[in-house]
């Protein structure tokens, strides 16, 4: 089902694989290949490039839109790939004490004595080839083979932060604490990761590294949680314009549309799951549609107005209830229908005024999953890397709103006047919703039997689902083939299967990096859609391989 274009020139990429509409997957034929072309990216971004993500034998290039990413799959077909310029700059020292868990383990694989292990990681220059698992997590390899290992059949369920790691032909230091089950072998207190240096990354793709034995780490001072980049929430702030939060509900977070460009140091884009109704509530305040917003989940947030407030409720149809506080002086406003502790309800999709001290409070939502609670100004929060988004799986970004915490309001506004009601697309109710599905770039890991069983029935939206991806729940899909996919990039609405066959949909927050076969994606402009499916919904796939997007201008060449 894969539609793939191939060449046999040596120095040139082998093949390219649609992800999607908005992103190809250039194959090569070594790591080296790989060094080169990303170099090359970086140095001469194509037309329409907005992302790089490099991997083992793979490069996935992400376009701002369809045709450009059409043109960009052709354009890759053409390079000459280069070996990139050596130099002597830009040499990064990563001091380590080696006293990991696993160096008698690694010894023993390799054939080397401990002191041995030292000696060939110590004794090379170590090239940064890619990013992925976490902020800062750099995949580096070395100038020869002899500590290449397997990684560990038990993965660690915590690996604490600044551990030195083998695994495969990779070494790498783990920037947070996380589950990991690479081998480890020593401890460095160098920050990998740090959002208060100009740049966050330690290394970056392309950089070289050396490893110096020492006796003692020295820990760079960090910020006092030491294992999250997130800001951590404000809850007693004086501020003069805004909301307080009452009751967050089950998960309420500030998002806008998400940070771009940065997949080559480990970062998804995040941003809002459902940005057609993000976009809906602040162009009703009259908002840039970029402006931060509140993302909340399944209804319950209860927000109290400081200072009168415009807002604007989108997403999922729920009940919004306005509650007067029991000292409002109906005199004062400019509605004398308000009256002390008086309820009333606003409209979905509409404008309303929030008056200082009144709250609002969101019902469960009739359908649907997810609202977006748009203040006129925009949620003013401090910036990460260009966007004010949280990412729930690296942990950068606002941290989720919480009982008494402030949000103050900006200056994003687009208009001097709020926008006129607009009607709210349907969302997913007890039905099962259908979604749309590019197949590749690994349908070829699967028969016809397996694309069918995904398309001919109804997958079961987990509770195990979060912004991350969906965990979806029905018959397992058979792969055809044994082993192993080497990590590559991968995007949101990718659907990766495990070896134990079940779908995972990702979302916004994914990992930039994936190691199972993604047999399709599902079309950009279902995503929002997607959003909006409930714990315990149901999802139909449709393969739509016909449709008019540039998967039909890549034809595969015959094989020789």
Known sequence: MDTVMQTTTAKRVRSVRPVGTRAV?????????????????YKSPLPGQVDVLAAAETVMVVGESAAATRAIGARLMELELTVPEVTDSGLVVIDTVYDGDDLADVAELTGLSVDGVVAAHTGQIWTVAFAGFAPGFGYMVGENEALTVPRRSSPRTAVPAGSVALGGQYSAVYPRRSPGGWQ?????????WDLDRSQPALVRPGDRVQYRAVREVVTAKAPSSGETQAREPEKEHHVESGVRILNPGAQSLIQDLGRR???????SAAGALDRASLRRANRLVGNASSAAAIESVNGGLTVEAVGDQVIAVTGAPTTLTIESPSWFDSDSGSDDDIQPGAKRTARMAEPFALLDGEILTLGAPESGFRNYVAIRGGVDVPEVLGSRSADTMSGIGPAPLVIRQVLPVGGATESTAVGSPELQPEFPGDGVTVLDVIPGPRADWFDQEALDSLCGQEWLVTPQSNRVGMRLDGTPLKRTREGELPSEGTMAGALQIPPAGLPVLFLADHPITGGYPVIGVVRDEHLDLAA?????GKIRFRLVPDSPDFTTTFTKTPEK
């Open 25 to 41: 997957l250039a194959e090569l034929d070594s790591l080296q290949d790989v060094l080169a072309l990303q170099d090359m990216l």
């Open 184 to 192: 480890l072998i020593g401890r460095t207190g160098a920050r990998m």
């Open 261 to 267: 460009g940065y997949g080559p140091l480990g970062v």
């Open 532 to 536: 909006q499916v409930p714990i315990g």
